[in-house]
């Protein structure tokens, strides 16, 4: 089973809204990220997370906050997002570095 | 740095024609190299990969050498289907220790017409 699930599938919200989106991999992985992906671009890395501790934040506004609750689990909280923050949102996993990542089917976040 | 380049089509092709999508790269030691294809509206799906000099990856028909001495990786099929249209993307990850970053190529927009 190589799956990552990520909830919502879709989320709209407004400007002042406080939202979160979700993802959890049951493969045993010790790496999540979260990655920005606008259309027909590559996906652009945002955190990394390592043993549940944060080892990568690629200098995202602080409107966007990770957290990882346990090894399994990895939450996006969202908040004051402006338009431009429109994308999709992919949260993916690895056993190590090198090795395989494997991305969920991502959260399309629109900001209005 | 590590870096890698493949070629941004978009490619147009017929059912059953051959498809190649070229892609290089920049890397110090030995990095895995990676094909990730999009379909419309979903995620990106892991299509092939390899780990060494000559390894050859393939999946679905899909198929590519990791050549050293020309660092390419370039992605290969037979014959084509309309359902093969999507976003590929050729992908490095260095082999080092805490070093977790996957490097993209800009993405080939690939479509099949019947």
């Known amino acids: 089973d190589t799956e990552v699930t990520q909830t919502p599938k879709h989320l709209v919200m407004g400007m002042t809204n406080k939202k979160s989106l979700k993802c959890e991999q049951h493969m045993g992985h010790r790496a999540m990220y979260w990655y920005k992906q606008k259309a027909k671009k590559p996906p652009e890395l945002m955190f990394v997370y390592s043993y549940e501790k944060l080892s990568i934040n690629e200098s995202v506004p602080s409107r966007f906050s990770p957290e990882c609750p346990n090894s399994s689990l990895l939450n996006l909280h969202l908040h004051a997002l402006q338009p431009e923050d429109s994308a999709l949102y992919l949260c993916?996993?690895?056993?190590?570095?090198?090795?395989?990542?494997?991305f969920g089917e991502g959260s399309w976040l629109t900001v209005v | 740095g590590n870096s890698v380049t493949q070629m941004e089509g978009p490619v147009t092709l017929s059912e059953e024609a051959f498809l190649t999508i070229n892609c290089t790269y920049t890397a110090t030691g030995y990095p895995s190299l990676f094909w990730y294809v999009q379909y419309p509206g979903e995620g990106l799906q892991l299509l092939l990969k390899?780990?060494?000099?000559?390894d050859k990856g393939s999946n679905k028909g899909f198929e590519a050498t990791y050549r050293k001495e020309t660092t390419s990786f370039h992605l290969e099929k037979g014959s084509v289907q309309v359902s093969d249209s999507a976003v590929y993307f050729c992908a490095l990850s260095p082999r080092v220790s805490n070093d977790y970053k996957l490097s993209f190529g800009a993405g080939t927009t690939v479509t099949v017409r019947a």
């Open positions: 993916a996993s690895s056993q190590a570095p090198g090795n395989t990542i494997y």
């Open positions: 390899a780990t060494k000099a000559d």
